[in-house]
């Protein structure tokens, strides 16, 4: 599955898709941002609830597929900033990190 079709198959929010087509492969729920960088697999939705700029560095280290804000959150404007500038997928749910991460694992396996 892409981001663009698990975004639209979720029904999650599209804050910047710098690679609609990337594929997902899975998912890693965390915020603390060095425990990601060293955790999160390749191709990932990594979802948090963290929103500023490192966000988006940590993305590109961990090269993950795209990052989930969860539980409502929004992308500050230098996170957003950071996603265009380092081709980083930024979506978003109001659901919390647990239920995100559920419907995805669900998704994935159908």
Same mark, same amino acid.
């Given at each position: 599955? %892409?981001?663009?079709?698990?975004?639209?198959? &979720? +029904?999650? %929010?599209?804050?910047?898709?710098?690679?609609?087509? !990337?594929?997902?492969?899975? /998912?890693?729920? +965390?915020?603390? #941002?060095?425990?990601?960088? /060293?955790?999160? /697999?390749?191709?990932?939705?990594?979802? %948090?609830?963290?929103?500023?700029?490192?966000?988006?560095?940590?993305? &590109?280290? *961990?090269?993950?597929?795209?990052?989930? &804000?969860?539980?409502?959150? !929004?992308?500050?404007?230098?996170?957003?900033?950071?996603? +265009?500038?380092?081709?980083?997928? #930024? #979506? +978003?749910?109001?659901?919390?990190?647990?239920?995100?991460?559920?419907? #995805?694992? !669900? *998704?994935?396996?159908?």
């Amino acid at each position: 599955m %892409t981001v663009q079709q698990a975004a639209a198959r &979720l +029904g999650w %929010t599209e804050f910047h898709l710098a690679d609609p087509e !990337r594929r997902v492969s899975g /998912g890693y729920a +965390g915020d603390l #941002l060095s425990w990601v960088m /060293g955790r999160a /697999g390749q191709d990932c939705a990594w979802f %948090t609830i963290m929103s500023n700029q490192n966000v988006a560095a940590v993305a &590109l280290m *961990a090269d993950v597929a795209c990052v989930v &804000l969860t539980e409502g959150v !929004r992308p500050d404007a230098d996170l957003l900033r950071r996603a +265009g500038e380092k081709g980083v997928n #930024l #979506l +978003g749910t109001a659901e919390d990190t647990f239920t995100a991460a559920v419907r #995805l694992a !669900r *998704a994935l396996e159908e």
